[in-house]
């Protein structure tokens, strides 16, 4: 929704604007607005929608009242100017994700956990399968995230031409990468709309390799001027997270001075500074670039997974989404047939080591539904275990490895003097001492102090209350099983 007045805190403020004398370059005029409140300026860009009608958004981040004033080198747009007062914000609007030491939260302050799936064109489908895929979202209360793409993707169980694209034109007659075409961008911004009205962060893919249409080619005018485009459009929404590329360095043709550029004109273009990053195939970018906010990370190779999440963090002292760690599935790629079991047993150990891991289904279906590509309806098991993922994450309020508390060979995380999990994953001790000094059992190093103790059955979804105990007495019998973490509250 966009409002025109008493404007909801981080909702959409929109002005629009007939033109009758239309430049003969409409998406390339020079037309932004100054909006000012209390001696601070915000400068937010306008774009051309269609029709003859120029739209400016802004997206207040304080509430009272707020003036702006327009600039354009076309006379129509220039020169306007007027106000608008910022309310208390829509329920359920808690601002924009921003990073929190190694965590996340909301303007708000309200904590963050984004664990996320991946759906990549689910755009780029049916409505009846959009709204499916929205249908299962909601459903699905473990994941405040989703990994999409702004262009379509052509690959394995990707074979079919969506109704709209980015831009004008067609696959047979070619497309005009200079001339958006504001029907899919209204899509677009409808798909991310109904997405927040769930809670879901809307993590938007604005190039990959996967392509036939031309998109992941265009010259470097034509990537700036579609990177500005797209944020003047949607930085009035709080819900949007820019990751500069799925597997950027299968873009060969791209330079790390290429990815920097990009940023660029993004933190340009975006007065709201919504999160950002990159996401890997092989290497990783360099993290430490002060543009990234967080690191996005693939999997190293088809075992090592998330056992290193918590070396990551601590080499690049940002918060880690483990966005590609294989998926529950049964197709022929090592990365999509894994178990709903190993697919949770990586999701945990990346959780307990500081990290937040993603989801991804890959199910054979004769119709080539897979969600990973196309959204849909949700086969698998783990799904449901991240619900239980996530209610334990709200439970402990976001936890960080902690080395000096783990022993040589199970990790534990938690907040220091307040919450410890230790995680056993594959292994399946009948007991663990965790008062012991015995090498080979280890010290786990707990502070002093009574402590309630709980077994989690992590896949079982159980939590198994064993009383209160005192830290030289931190002994716990186990069921042998695997997949099993036990959670220790100081008292």
Not at 10 to 27: C, I, M, R
Not at 307 to 315: G, P, Q, R, V
Not at 333 to 349: D, F, P, V
Not at 480 to 488: E, L, N, P, S, T
């Amino acid at each position: 929704m966009f409002y025109n007045n008493n404007v909801p805190q981080w909702s959409a403020f929109e002005l629009s604007f007939k033109v009758q004398n239309l430049p003969e370059k409409p998406f390339d005029t020079m037309f932004k607005g100054v909006f000012q409140k209390d001696n601070r300026k915000m400068t937010a860009f306008g774009f051309y929608d269609g029709d003859n009608v120029y739209k400016l958004r802004f997206m207040p981040d304080s509430m009272g009242g707020w003036e702006y004033e327009t600039i354009s080198e076309l006379p129509e747009l220039s020169g306007k100017s007027g106000q608008f007062t910022c309310i208390s914000p829509v329920e359920g609007n808690h601002g924009v994700a921003r990073v929190k030491g190694r965590h996340f939260a909301y303007d708000d302050g309200k904590p963050l956990y984004p664990l996320g799936t991946t759906a990549y064109a689910w755009i780029h489908q049916p409505e009846t399968m959009r709204r499916q895929t929205l249908e299962s979202l909601k459903n699905t209360p473990g994941f405040k995230k989703i990994r999409m793409c702004v262009f379509p993707k052509h690959y394995q169980f990707n074979n079919n031409e969506p109704e709209l694209f980015a831009f004008e034109g067609n696959l047979k007659d070619g497309f005009d990468y200079t001339t958006p075409n504001p029907r899919f961008y209204g899509l677009l911004e409808e798909c991310i709309q109904d997405l927040h009205k769930i809670g879901m962060e809307a993590d938007l893919i604005l190039f990959h390799f996967y392509d036939h249409w031309g998109f992941a080619n265009m010259d470097e005018a034509c990537n700036h001027r579609y990177l500005k485009y797209i944020t003047a459009r949607l930085s009035c929404f709080p819900n949007i997270w820019w990751s500069l590329a799925n597997e950027y360095d299968l873009l060969r043709h791209l330079t790390e001075q290429d990815w920097d550029g990009f940023a660029r004109v993004i933190q340009e273009g975006d007065y709201a500074n919504h999160l950002m990053s990159i996401h890997n195939c092989y290497g990783f970018y360099n993290h430490d670039k002060p543009w990234i906010t967080h690191c996005s990370i693939q999997r190293q190779d088809v075992y090592r997974t998330t056992e290193y999440t918590n070396e990551w963090i601590a080499k690049w002292q940002k918060p880690a989404t483990l966005d590609e760690i294989g998926y529950e599935g049964d197709i022929d790629w090592g990365w999509g047939n894994l178990t709903a079991e190993e697919l949770m047993r990586r999701s945990w150990e990346a959780f307990v080591r500081g990290g937040y891991p993603g989801h991804g289904e890959t199910y054979v279906s004769e119709d080539e539904v897979l969600w990973w590509s196309k959204g849909g309806i949700l086969k698998g098991q783990s799904p449901a275990r991240y619900n239980f993922l996530m209610k334990i994450a709200e439970e402990a309020g976001g936890i960080d490895y902690l080395p000096e508390r783990s022993p040589w060979d199970i990790p534990v995380g938690g907040i220091e003097n307040k919450v410890y999990i230790a995680y056993f994953g594959f292994s399946r001790p009948k007991f663990r001492a965790f008062h012991s000094d015995h090498p080979y059992l280890g010290r786990s190093n707990f502070p002093e102090g009574n402590y309630k103790v709980e077994i989690i059955d992590t896949w079982n979804m159980t939590i198994t209350d064993c009383g209160v105990m005192a830290r030289e007495d931190l002994y716990v019998d186990l069921p042998g099983k695997q997949y099993m973490a036990v959670r220790f509250t100081q008292q």
